[in-house]
């Protein structure tokens, strides 16, 4: 092998042994996971920024109208609601004082600003017609096609660098 090949061999192999303990020390952003309680593979798995938000959509059962519950992730994988909107007060729904805001946006009630921290969450995905849906990134999935009367935990975790690289290169199968 001839001199200069053999060094830039060398190189490459010393600059990707600096390079894959980097990326794995590194922050590489969140991944949220809805998954089932009773069972551990997810229904949906999707990758984050800190602070990226994502809306769970649904029509309300008693008042048989649209919410939509805004949240985002923080850094270190905690979850917060930072907005709801609906068509009227309902059952269970309304302003909290000291938090958010309320706002009209047309014919919208809207609570704003709220950024009240709900950590990991459990919902029992309703039926179709109540459509749970999550809204992320312009891409819409309907819990309620997928897992109707399941009880889903809303998780959070921070990833590494290295994880996150390999999930663009090979992305989980319950990720859209």
């Known amino acids: ?14 600059v990707f042994g600096l390079l894959l303990p980097a990326a794995w020390l590194l922050p590489g952003g969140l991944e949220l996971c ?11 798995v999707l990758p984050l920024n800190p602070g990226e938000r994502f809306t769970l959509h649904y029509v309300h059962s008693v008042e048989n109208a649209p919410i939509w519950e ?3 992730v923080d850094s270190e994988g905690r979850i917060y609601i930072e907005e709801e909107r609906y068509l009227k007060f309902g059952a269970g729904m309304g302003r909290m004082p000291g938090i958010g805001r309320m706002v009209r946006r047309g014919p919208y009630e809207v609570i704003e600003d709220m950024h009240m921290a709900t950590g990991n969450f459990v919902l029992r995905i309703g039926s179709p017609g109540v459509d749970h849906t999550i809204l992320w990134r312009g891409m819409k999935t309907n819990l309620s096609r997928v897992a109707p009367h399941v009880a889903a935990q809303f998780s959070a975790r921070p990833v590494n660098l290295l994880y996150r690289i390999f999930r663009v290169l090979f992305p989980h199968s319950a990720t859209p």
């Open 70 to 72: 805004t949240h985002s």
């Open 34 to 44: 809805i998954t089932p309680v009773e069972k551990a593979d997810p229904l949906l």
């Open 1 to 14: 092998m001839k001199k200069p090949l053999r060094f830039m061999l060398w190189g490459a192999v010393v």
